[in-house]
């Protein structure tokens, strides 16, 4: 998943932050929470546990409470139905049998007009000169010249 972040900042009263928490804290129990500030808006879905801090803090008359809360992505958990284990090849429904990968239509040569003949990768291998044993080639599969 990219990395997506919202801040939600601002000066407001006590009663309308104990509004803010009130709405986080019917969200995570949803298992939803959306934050949006304008046309900007980041969704988090709860899952398993979470891991928390606060801290509280006072210094030169300056009060702080800060609250962090961390979890793990929810993965989509598979039901045990749907888990098979056998040895027979199951029979694919025609839907799914289009979404297999395209076997290679055409194995053989070709012949293009202007471009000659086109081969296959198995012939241009079967083609290729083959080294010699325990030394190099050149293009026309000689050993190289000594110098």
Do not use: H
């Amino acid at each position: 998943m990219s990395k997506t972040s919202v801040a939600l900042t601002g000066i407001i009263t006590p009663e309308a932050f104990a509004g803010l928490l009130d709405d986080l804290s019917a969200s995570i129990k949803a298992g939803t929470v959306c934050l949006q500030k304008a046309s900007e808006y980041i969704t988090l879905k709860t899952s398993g546990n979470m891991e928390f801090e606060l801290e509280a803090g006072s210094k030169k008359g300056k009060q702080k409470l800060s609250i962090s809360v961390k979890w793990e992505e929810p993965c989509e958990v598979v039901p045990m139905e749907a888990i098979k284990i056998t040895s027979v090849e199951p029979e694919v429904p025609v839907e799914q049998e289009r979404c297999k990968l395209a076997e290679p239509v055409q194995q053989s040569p070709v012949e293009i007009p202007g471009l000659g003949e086109v081969k296959s990768l198995e012939q241009v291998l079967e083609e290729a000169p083959k080294p010699l044993e325990g030394g190099a080639t050149d293009s026309a599969g000689k050993p190289p010249k000594k110098k």
